[in-house]
């Protein structure tokens, strides 16, 4: 049935920072993803869906299409309007902003619309305004029998007042041969909505010899609110010589409300919220109740990525629609404030590192200069004499590498950093923790 199998759940991808060469301009510019394609397909319900995919390209890394993650909670056993989501990051983890490709599942046939119900009622014919002119006032009754006015619908003439028994010698002079005549209270027409209570105003009867008959008139045909159609209501009743009205009809239909009210999507943990680099991003979730559909929680589909690797805003988007396509496209803006004080690790690499390093310079000392280490290649400065092991190193002192390096005692660190439980290194430092290390990681980094 589904074309597509996307995964429900979507991963905020916690990149690392990749590993690369001593990059002296980190890459800040994130991909793009464009849809190939229309950005809105319709299909049927049952019919496969196949994605038409899109495509994603980089400043640094080029063609990165293959790496774009789409994800969608799209079933096409059920009418609605559903979103693909596709995302990407480049090797930098740069998050591209997310693109969403809409797709609407649609009932196969064309609806029968407000088909009658159950009730063969034609279409509600609009009945002359004085619609039976009944006797008002038992005075006025003359020769009524036939209201002139009625609803021009064949289905409604068929009863007709039966013949009196005229063919009898009726002994008495004055026999009763008159039917009664009905009149509707309230309009012959009447037009509510869908899921609205109907009140049957009724009809009144009467009659030139019984008076009044309006509580022995039969009523047959009903309305169901809840399925939208044209109605008829009709009215009967016999005096008591026999004599049965002409009936009287009352037309209701019950109009399809149309839907206008978009769903509401309501995140938890609010729109915006800030994060220290390098804190987990955990999705605090969100609902989404739509008036008329209900609770569409499950039909939200989710856009963007947050790098929190990387300092910066990003921007994620849900999205949901309800049955009548009424589409919610909301944002949370997250933001990603670098970790540590470079300025208070500038003060400290003056206390704990400026006795064996230059640190605002690549001279050399009694260690390396330290200007530019961070994202460089461990062990690559010409004028320094490494050890062998910094010298044949082939990591680079990114964040990682440089919190293992200057978080423990180096004797320990070296064997970590260079993967080799052997090695060793002349550098012979006993490791900072907390709020040391990450200001001094900090201004390792800005002194570039
Ligand atoms: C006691 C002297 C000493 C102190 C203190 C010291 N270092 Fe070093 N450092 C060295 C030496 C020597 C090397 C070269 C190690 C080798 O070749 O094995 C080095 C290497 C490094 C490297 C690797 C450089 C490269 O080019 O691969 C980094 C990064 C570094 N030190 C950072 C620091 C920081 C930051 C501090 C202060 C928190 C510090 N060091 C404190 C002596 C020291």
Known sequence: MIGLSFTLAITF????????????????????????????????????????????????????????????????????????AYNVNDAAGNAAASVFRFVKVVEAAAEPAAEPAVKAAPEPVAPAATAVTAPAVETVIEDTAEPATEPAVETVVEEVAEPAP????????????????????????????????????????WDMVDGNLTSRIRVSGE????????????????????????????FVTVLRTVDMTPPVITLKGGDSLTLVEDEKYIEAGFTAMDEVDGDLTARVEQGGMVNTAR??????????ADRADNRTIIERKITVTPRGDAAAGEALAMK????????????KKFGPGL???????????????????????????????????????????VKKVSGNPDARTKMNFRGLSGDDLDNIIAFLKRNR
């Open 311 to 320: 300092p910066g805003t990003y921007t994620l988007k849900y999205f949901v």
């Open 352 to 363: 704990k590192c400026a006795s064996c390093h230059n640190i605002t310079s690549t001279k």
């Open 223 to 250: 309305v169901n609110t809840s399925r939208p159609a044209a109605y008829m209501i009709s009215y009967n009743v016999s005096d008591r010589a026999g004599n049965s009205a002409k009936k009287v009809s009352r």
């Open 13 to 84: 991808m916690m990149l690392a920072a990749p590993a690369s060469v001593a990059a002296a301009k980190p890459d800040s510019t994130p991909p793009v993803i464009k849809l190939i394609g229309a950005d809105s397909v319709t299909i049927q319900v049952g019919e496969s869906y196949r994605d038409a995919g899109a495509k994603a390209s980089d400043d640094v890394d080029g063609d990165i299409s293959a790496s774009i993650r789409s994800v969608s909670t799209l079933d096409t056993s059920k009418p609605g309007t559903y979103a693909v």
């Open 371 to 413: 200007k530019g280490v961070y994202g460089r290649k461990a062990g690559s400065m010409d004028d320094f004499n490494y050890s062998s092991w910094l010298g044949a190193g082939k990591w680079s002192w990114d964040k990682e590498n440089l919190k293992i390096w200057l978080g423990e005692n180096t004797k320990e660190a």
């Open 166 to 205: 005229e063919t009898k010698p009726a002994p008495a002079a004055k026999a009763d041969t008159r039917p009664p005549v009905i009149k509707l209270r309230g309009e012959a027409s009447i037009s509510i909505n869908e899921g609205e209570e109907f009140i049957d105003p009724g009809a009144t009867a």
